[in-house]
T-cell receptor, first 115, second 111 residues
Framework: EPEVTQTPSHQVTQMGQEVILRCVPI?????FYWYRQILGQKVEFLVS????????KSEIFDDQFSVERPDGSNFTLKIRSTKLEDSAMYFC?????????????FGPGTRLTVL | GENVEQHPSTLSVQEGDSAVIKCTYS??????FPWYKQELGKGPQLIID?????GEKKDQRIAVTLNKTAKHFSLHITETQPEDSAVYFC??????????FGTGTSLTVIP
């Protein structure tokens, strides 16, 4: 069964450093998403991406964040200058299409720890 | 924006008993309500979903009900088994783009 994969599983970085989280969505999917989950809190939407551009983003997704699809398979989330409060589990998701009844498939997540 | 509340945060049941998890949402425009199961070290996996034009949906031991008037929806697991132990998340979506998640319910099924 096809699945979304994410690397690395755990990333430790120093405050102020840049990090890139990587995702490989399911191959025939066209819509990609990033969510984050701070420990003990809700899973929160960050951004959705379609046709090489951001289609929707939340208030969390400020200028420190960017997304990119550098090739035909990878989908990345970059945090330019990490802060302590960026420590969280980051989930990538993909879907075949966007409709009112759309299933998003989630990856296993990358745990980001900012020291 | 949409706000989804989920209760309880933890739930323990004896094997074979039923488990019920409840969620409420705030935006009447939400029309898609998936339920995800997250096992340790894995990402959320869809287990069942319901659309706003349906009041109830069942898949083997799992069922979901939706009350649009009251803006709440519930997950029902019957004949629980130890492998049902996981964290369950409800979510609401408007037009299928971003999902708004609940805070999660940690379900433990005691053998």
């Amino acid at each position: 069964e096809p699945e979304v994969t994410q690397t690395p599983s755990h990333q430790v970085t120093q405050m102020g450093q840049e990090v890139i989280l990587r995702c490989v969505p399911i191959s025939n999917h066209l819509y990609f998403y990033w969510y984050r989950q701070i420990l003990g809190q809700k899973v929160e939407f960050l951004v959705s991406f379609y046709n090489n551009e951001i289609s929707e983003k939340s208030e969390i997704f400020d200028d420190q964040f960017s997304v990119e699809r550098p090739d035909g398979s990878n989908f990345t989330l970059k945090i330019r200058s990490t802060k302590l409060e960026d420590s969280a589990m980051y989930f990538c998701a993909s879907s075949e299409e966007v409709s009112s009844y759309n299933e998003q498939f989630f990856g296993p997540g990358t745990r980001l720890t900012v020291l | 924006g949409e706000n989804v509340e989920q209760h309880p945060s933890t739930l323990s049941v004896q094997e074979g008993d039923s488990a019920v998890i409840k969620c409420t949402y705030s935006d009447s425009a939400s029309n898609y309500f998936p339920w995800y199961k997250q096992e340790l070290g894995k990402g959320p996996q869809l287990i069942i979903d319901i659309r706003s034009n349906v009041g109830e949906k069942k898949d083997q031991r799992i069922a979901v009900t939706l009350n649009k008037t009251a803006k709440h929806f519930s997950l029902h697991i019957t004949e629980t088994q130890p492998e049902d132990s996981a964290v369950y998340f409800c979510a609401a979506s408007i037009q299928g783009n971003q999902f708004y998640f609940g805070t999660g319910t940690s379900l433990t099924v005691i053998p």
